[in-house]
């Protein structure tokens, strides 16, 4: 009797719970081996890009907490910078504003981080770390309630500064957080690096050299650990994070465990810029001194009319960049994320293109997995890192 | 080396294709023709070591440009961490470009989100599909003559500044 092989197609998604929101893959099995996998996605696309263009600047900043929202204030940052890039008033921005950004992209980077491998340990089946992990995030969401006071989109940072400053007492709150930081990450680590189902699960599984990295786009701590040493902080400093001192931590092998091994070094190096940061902050303005295009201090809206001026018509007109364009990427903890501007010169932009570093490293998902077994499939998801909410805009 | 120096090579080699060399708050912009972008993305990576394509993208300058379109390439050199901007004019009636995909296999999705959006076809892509999209969808929703609320619905008369 004619015996007959053939590959199975089976769906992952868009309601699976390792797939990290909704991503949906197609793949093609050859018994427990995945032959092929497509991605889908576009199920969580709410035309970002699209309303961005009726809307002014500001207005636009509440839309970027919704791309990557385990991250808001990293893309907070990313877009108020490309605007005041695009202004020309980079060199303007106070310094205690600057500092307080530092502070709480990093503190947002562990937020990021924390949830990464909380959900990534979840889906290969270390429930405690998850328990652990949300402890902690949940420490950094009270911290982004004070300052903001919301716990996810935090709408904080504005063109040329901050809507508020910090409230009082809270530099202590953020100080013994970070301190604690390093033992949490101990913890983490006792749990899982020399765990030998974890190293069954992670070594070797979802290889990428870095010569297809580069060539498929993937950045950030994904690409680090393929050997390649590019951190935007470092190499192109926005935010005065040229005054910090930290390492960027790289790894050769390129592997899930790889992986796993840089963020826990940038969770590391994470509290320790927070701490730096805080040795920095310094009492002084945090909005720029540029009445026209950022909007003045609550006090002068309510006492002079200079400022009631300024805000009335900031608010309601709007303010409009000369013509041009500019690229403004920085390192979020995904990966590289990137606002492209382009005004005409009106109060609305001509264009806003994200580039969100989920979707590019999404893309090397199926070379990752394919030839590979299909539990393999959900190590890598998790250890790319990706979040729908900016993947599908 | 410097903006400059990149943008001289690039006349040296293509003098005829670039069209125009905007610098604006420190970033070079290099317009080209479109039927020489392969080779000039070639050039850039091989030669001039821009090895990395950060973004690609269309932007419709609906009643502002002739041609109405420009697909904008955003390169990355990983080694000098220098930035790069390439432009090329795309023509409403003739809306395609080739594929770079061939240069940057990172070109592969950013391309079908442009002809998902925008509506610019890229020849010879491997797998040119809607991406962001439904597959049975129609228009593309990024182009400046496709109503904010999405077709066949009564615009929206509220507050919308």
Request: glycine residues 8%; charged residues 25%.
């Amino acid at each position: 009797m004619a015996f007959n092989t053939e590959t199975m197609v089976i769906n992952m998604g868009p309601q699976h719970p390792s797939t990290h929101g909704v991503l949906q893959l197609i793949l093609e099995l050859d018994g427990e081996v995945v032959q092929k996998a497509t991605p889908h996605i576009g199920f969580l696309h709410r035309g970002t890009e699209k309303l961005s263009e009726y809307r002014t600047y500001h207005q636009i900043i509440p839309l970027t907490d919704r791309l990557d929202y385990l991250a808001p204030m990293s893309n907070n940052l990313g877009y108020v910078l490309a605007v005041e890039k695009l202004l020309g008033i980079t060199d303007k921005i106070p310094e205690r504003a600057k500092v307080i950004r530092v502070l709480m992209n990093e503190l947002t980077r562990l937020k990021s981080h924390l949830v990464w491998m909380a959900c990534h340990a979840l889906d290969i089946g270390a429930m405690t770390v998850f328990l652990y992990c949300f402890r902690e995030r949940e420490d950094i969401t009270d911290i982004y309630e004070k300052v903001s006071g919301a716990r996810m989109t935090s709408n904080y940072f504005r063109v040329g500064g901050l809507s508020a400053d910090l409230p009082d007492g809270l530099e202590k709150d953020i100080r013994d957080f970070a301190e604690s930081m390093p033992g949490h990450i101990e913890t983490y680590e006792g749990l899982l690096t020399g765990n030998r189902i974890w190293q069954k699960r992670t070594i070797g599984v979802g290889h990428i050299s870095a010569e297809a990295a580069i060539d498929i786009g993937i950045t950030g701590p994904s690409l680090r650990a393929s050997g390649v040493d590019w951190d935007l902080r470092r190499d192109n400093p926005y935010s005065g994070y040229e005054d910090y001192d930290f390492e960027v931590p790289v790894f050769e092998e390129g592997d899930t465990f790889a992986r796993y091994k840089a963020r826990l070094d940038e969770m590391r190096q994470a509290s320790l810029i927070v701490l730096q940061a805080l040795d920095k902050l310094k009492p002084g303005p945090i909005l720029a001194d540029c009445p026209k295009v950022v909007l003045p201090p609550k006090q002068d809206v309510v006492e002079t009319i200079e400022g009631l001026i300024h805000h009335f018509k900031i608010v309601t007109e709007g303010f409009s960049p000369e013509p041009g364009e500019v690229y403004q990427g920085v390192e979020a903890p995904k990966g590289e994320l990137g606002f492209y501007l382009v005004s005409d010169g009106s109060p609305k932009p001509l264009r806003m293109k994200v580039r969100p570093p989920s979707f590019v490293n999404l893309q090397g998902l199926p070379q990752m997995v394919e030839g590979k077994f299909l539990a393999d499939v959900v190590a890598v998801i998790g250890t790319l890192d990706i979040v729908l909410g900016e993947i599908d805009r | 080396m410097s903006d400059q120096a990149i943008v001289e090579k690039l006349k040296a080699k293509f003098s005829s294709a670039v069209l125009d060399v905007v610098e604006h708050r420190g970033e070079t912009t290099v317009t080209i023709e479109k039927e020489r972008i392969v080779e000039v993305c070639t050039f850039m990576r091989d030669d001039l070591g821009y090895n990395f394509l950060c973004d690609l993208c269309g932007v419709d300058y609906l009643g502002k440009l002739t041609p109405r379109f420009m697909v904008v390439y955003n390169l990355y050199n990983i080694t000098t961490k220098q930035r790069i901007r390439i432009k090329v004019p795309v023509a409403e009636e003739n809306a395609n470009v080739d594929t770079v995909s061939t240069v940057w296999g990172t070109a592969n999705w950013h391309e079908r989100e442009c002809w998902d959006l925008m509506g610019i076809s890229f020849n010879g892509h491997p797998d040119l599909r809607r991406i962001l999209m439904p597959a049975d969808w129609e228009g593309h929703p990024l182009r400046k003559d496709y109503p904010l609320q999405g077709p066949d619905r009564e615009p929206y008369q509220g507050r919308l500044s």
